[in-house]
């Protein structure tokens, strides 16, 4: 089994940049599928960014120009780098993937106006 453990998340303004880390217990190198999901309060969980082991990526068109998602095969992790954050960004943010495909436990990102 390979686990997931999110981290990065906090408290920062509007228009402020967070990175997101999504650490793989084992290796990354194999799993075809690894993505990031939030969930704000009272709404679905929805895809913020997915990357395939080529480096295929795909985005939501609410954070297109403003996230980018990458993974490091030999440090076995996955990230988000955030940028120009806005309010609606908020939510708690997963990692999901690894081995068998599983949600991590959640970072929470509150973004202020």
């Known amino acids: 089994q390979v686990q997931l453990v999110e981290s990065g998340g906090g408290l920062v303004q509007a228009g402020g940049s967070l990175r997101l880390s999504c650490a793989a217990s084992?290796?990354?190198?194999?799993?075809?599928?690894m993505a990031w999901y939030r969930q704000a309060p009272g709404k679905q969980r929805e895809l913020v960014a997915a990357?395939?082991?080529?480096?295929?990526?795909n985005y939501a068109d609410s954070v297109k120009g403003r996230f980018t998602i990458s993974r490091d095969n030999v440090r076995n992790t996955v990230y988000l780098q955030m940028n120009s954050l806005k309010p609606e960004d908020t939510a708690v943010y997963y990692c999901?993937?690894?081995?068998?495909?599983?949600w991590g436990q959640g970072t929470q990102v509150t973004v202020s106006s």
């Open positions: 999901y993937g690894g081995v068998p495909y599983h």
């Open positions: 084992g290796s990354i190198f194999s799993i075809n599928y």
């Open positions: 990357i395939l082991s080529g480096g295929t990526t």
